[in-house]
T-cell receptor
Framework: DARVTQTPRDKVTEMGQEVTMRCQPI?????VFWYRQTMMQGLELLAY????????DSGMPKDRFSAEMPDATLATLKIQPSEPRDSAVYFC??????????????FGPGTRLTVL | EDKVVQSPLSLVVHEGDTVTLNCSYE??????LLWYKQEKKAPTFLFML????IEKKSGRLSSILDKKELSSILNITATQTGDSAIYLC??????????FGTGTSLTVIP
């Protein structure tokens, strides 16, 4: 049963610490998305990749956030330094895309981040 | 300012009813419109609609894109309690930005 996995599932950290969230997309999927969800802002797209190259990361605060795909089986989202306002659930999703389109996104269970 | 507006904000229906959820948008350089369903956990992707694919159907769910009216509807027929969720609409621009609506909360009563 193929699924997107995310680690850690929960993370509590102190302000100023570095946070790294990891995502393993479904094997064979060439598109990976990072979303953030909060009660105040709802669901937001932070960044997405096609064939490991970033297609868009305009939703991401550039000064502290970075997203990478070191290889096809791993996507990472880093926050350095973390701030209390970064507290949210971070979702990774993967899918198969061709050109500019894609017809599916499968979401991981999310990482619940709390920054104290 | 680019934005996506969903209506109604919430809806309560009885099992077996048909519901229509609305999504309207003002987004420069539209590329696609996406529908998601979210229960208590992660969202589930439902449909992606583009200029070349303005109608999608999956089981009891269907969606239509009206590019002239800058809107989309999501229809759910013969609703079931398992359809209770928040339904999110998002629009992607040609610049690859995504704009999300605040969602419609649907409650289906047995």
């Amino acid at each position: 049963d193929a699924r997107v996995t995310q680690t850690p599932r929960d993370k509590v950290t102190e302000m100023g610490q570095e946070v790294t969230m990891r995502c393993q997309p479904i094997l064979g999927h060439n598109t990976v998305f990072w979303y953030r969800q909060t009660m105040m802002q709802g669901l937001e797209l932070l960044a997405y990749f096609r064939n490991r190259a970033p297609l868009d990361d305009s939703g991401m605060p550039k000064d502290r956030f970075s997203a990478e795909m070191p290889d096809a089986t791993l996507a990472t989202l880093k926050i350095q330094p973390s701030e209390p306002r970064d507290s949210a659930v971070y979702f990774c999703a993967s899918g198969r895309g061709v050109g500019e389109s894609y017809n599916e996104q499968f979401f991981g269970p999310g990482t619940r981040l709390t920054v104290l | 300012e680019d934005k996506v507006v969903q209506s109604p904000l919430s809806l309560v229906v009885h099992e077996g009813d048909t519901v229509t959820l609305n999504c309207s948008y003002e987004v420069t350089n539209f590329r696609s419109l996406l529908w998601y369903k979210q229960e208590k956990k992660a969202p589930t992707f439902l449909f992606m609609l583009t200029s070349s694919g303005i109608e999608k159907k999956s089981g009891r769910l269907s969606s239509i894109l009206d590019k002239k009216e800058l809107s989309s509807i999501l229809n759910i027929t013969a609703t079931q309690t398992g359809d209770s969720a928040i339904y999110l609409c998002a629009v992607q621009s040609t610049g690859n930005q995504f704009y999300f609506g605040t969602g419609t909360s649907l409650t289906v009563i047995p």
